[in-house]
């Protein structure tokens, strides 16, 4: 088993993640027939016989006009691929359970243009795209995404059949990226534990209790003292007033306080839920896992750095 996947690296050149540009040479296309070309061989075949045996000369000419249809249709199929650059682009984070999109970027620095190109993740579904003359092609490559962590989307298979589904020509190419996924929030977790890990501060940058500074959408852990009760009497959504002052609500977000029969995973999907609340309230928060501590904060860069903390505990 380890032989046959170590002839497999050496003959499709499979070495890991590569540097870019990856450029598509000689060596790395290959061209088979298709079903289509193999079928379409087999009646060359038979035309030649019945050419021979009748002594037919325009059975002759026929057989070899489409014969060299056959071999240029193959030369042509190879060079929609050949020395195709390939670059990897933007990669967003997504949450256990969604679809990363891995970007790829087609360089074509040839005068004429390629198409009919599909790209397809191991695992994945198939995108097919067209790469105009000396232009560049972006392409999002779908991948379903099951466990949390740093998830690299390996081997990426190029393919064509153009122009006329005779022969295959593919390559394989291991562009260097990856994308950070979350762990899933839990569905139906607990409020957020204002009341038992919560405590006043004295900043003047979040929920305050003084000037009146609009409406927001009604949070469960949102206290009804805050809920916009004239705006539910007109017959809309409930609110909940905000407020800015001198007093913002804190809240640690500690894996040491959930129940102890939770299990790491269930920790986590608990902690990613409480964490987008907490962020969606304007909340100081802080998070405390057994390896790590990230201090009360907030803003988009303490979001990201406590999501990132939760998807690589125990990585």
């Given amino acids: 088993m380890q032989a046959a996947a170590s002839f497999k690296r050496w003959l499709f050149r499979l070495y890991g993640p590569e540097v870019a540009p990856i450029v598509l040479t000689q060596r790395r296309v290959y061209v088979l027939p ?5 079928a379409f061989a087999a009646a060359l075949g038979f035309m030649l016989i019945g050419a021979i045996n009748y002594n037919l000369s325009l059975g002759y000419a026929l057989t070899f006009l489409l014969a060299g249809l056959g071999l240029v249709t193959l030369l042509h199929t190879f060079r929609n691929l050949v ?10 984070p997504v949450f256990a359970g969604d679809t990363a999109r891995f970007g790829l970027q087609l360089h074509n620095r040839r005068n004429q243009g390629r198409f009919a190109i599909s ?12 790469a105009p003359a000396n232009a560049s092609t972006s392409v999002d490559l779908p991948l379903v995404t099951h466990r949390r962590g740093w998830l690299r989307p390996g081997r990426v298979t190029l393919a064509s059949r153009f122009p006329l589904c005779l022969v295959r020509a593919w390559s394989y190419v291991e562009p260097d ?11 139906s977790a607990p409020p957020l534990p204002l009341s038992a890990s919560g405590e006043s501060g004295g900043s003047r940058n979040g ?13 469960p852990a949102d206290s009804p003292r805050h809920v916009a009760w004239k705006a539910v009497a007109r017959g809309q959504q409930l609110l909940t007033k905000q407020f800015t002052g001198a007093s ?8 040491n306080a959930l129940p102890p029969d ?20 304007g909340l100081a928060y802080g998070l405390r896992l057994p390896t790590r501590e990230i201090p009360l904060g907030q803003g988009a860069r303490h979001f990201q750095d406590c999501l990132e903390a939760l998807a690589l505990h125990g990585d």
């Fill in 262 to 281: 939770l299990g790491a995973e269930a920790r986590l999907s608990r902690l990613t839920r409480w964490l987008l609340d907490a962020h969606a309230q």
């Fill in 34 to 38: 298709t079903q289509a070309g193999l």
């Fill in 177 to 187: 990226m990856r994308c950070l996924v979350y762990p899933r929030p839990e569905q």
């Fill in 119 to 130: 790209l397809q993740v191991e695992g994945g579904s198939t995108v097919a795209t067209d």
């Fill in 83 to 92: 020395q195709l650059e390939i670059a990897p682009g933007h990669v967003e």
């Fill in 207 to 219: 929920q305050g209790t003084e000037d009146f500074s609009g409406l927001r959408t009604h949070q």
């Fill in 248 to 255: 913002t609500t804190q809240v640690w977000l500690d894996w």
